[in-house]
């Protein structure tokens, strides 16, 4: 079945009228705008919005981001909205690619002129490409084969004799041979995975290097059969020093088996799906980046819950969950992260910030820094946004910063400014 590529971003419309495309708005097949209506029920029940009715005939699209593939054939290809320009779809792309890649740890392998990051296709096919270039590395190192005991019944004498099944052998069968032995084979969880997702990247993909690397990739599987149980295998999957040349591919199984997704589709239909919710995404890539830059002995603590807002029965209410803590020779600093365009010249509309962001990192400052020190609001470098804006002042000992952080850098702007102790 060839599949009928759309590339949108957050916040997109889809109809099934007759429209231009571009990156915000887009026309999909009935059989799709309905498949994605049931997807958006189910992800509702489970408290996530994937995306919302705009009429009747229009749907619009949430934070998330990523690759949804429909069973009529359509893959929606959704890349984060980090500027308000519409020509920036390989910008777009590429930026998504490193904070996934960041975000979740993903090993990715550059070779020369074969760069992966020039690598300008879709989510999913940038997916395959990363895992069949380390399946490519693995197969040149080796598989892992193990041996496996087998009882069976042979005509000559191999291994073991099993003597209690060979004494109940019945007459005339007693010149056959009821035998143990060892065959070195490559049946093995690690194997099975990795001829699972094989399997599936040759019926995804359509991009003519992936689909020929995975066929000839496929020819050096053919003889281990695919995973059954995917959790069992995963279980199984070791982590010995003779299969660590097995640990570069595994988070690409995890990515495309949906193990390490945030969000996997569910129902029968399972084609190559990865849907982020860009919120934690933009979280989880600044944890990262900040991390690499602090000095030694600094601690940056991801979701804290040491305090509540209040106590209800003597048992604490509301937990105070900043995104980030970072805590350095005895200092402390309350960072959290929004997902959002701001405007540095609205200033009579507050810069597009959030009364109500404000409110829960004024609780922050009082619980966490006991009403002194210094809070960070990150928010996205965008055109509107370049600088740090001047400071806010909750008291005269507690302050906040909104400092932007340039992905396409990875770097954090004005940190030196609310003291944060960053490349040091």
Known sequence: ???????????????????????????????????????????????????????????????????????????????????????????????????????????????????????DAPLSEWVMRQFLEALDYLLKRGLRFDYQRVEEEQCFLCGQLNVVAQMRRPPGRQHHFQIRHDLFLPDCAENRLLRLVLDRVCKSTDEPGNWRLAHELRSLLQDIPASRNVRQDFKQWRGDRLMAHYQPVRPWCELILGEQSPLSVSGDWRGISLLFPMERLFERHIEVLLGKQLPSGARLLPQRARHSLCTHRDEPIFRLKPDLLLEHEGLAWVLDTKWKLIDAAARERNYGLSQADFYQLYAYGQSYLQGQGEMVLIYPRTERFREPLEPFAFSAQLGLWVLPFDLLAGELLGGERAGLPLGC
Not at 42 to 65: C, E, N, P, T
């Open 1 to 119: 079945m060839s599949l009928h590529a759309i590339t949108v971003r957050e916040y997109a419309r889809l109809t099934t009228e007759p429209a231009a495309p571009s990156l915000d708005y887009a026309q999909v097949s009935p059989s799709a705008f309905d498949w994605l209506c049931e997807l958006s029920a189910s992800f509702s029940r489970s408290g996530a919005a994937l995306l919302q009715r705009d009429g009747h005939r229009v749907l619009k699209l949430d934070s998330y981001v990523g690759v949804i593939e429909t069973p009529c054939g359509t893959r929606l290809e959704i890349l984060p909205k980090h500027t308000e320009r519409a020509d920036c779809l390989k910008e777009s792309r590429q930026l998504l690619q490193r904070m996934i890649a960041t975000a979740l740890d993903l090993p990715v392998r550059q070779v020369g002129a074969a760069d992966l990051q020039l690598f």
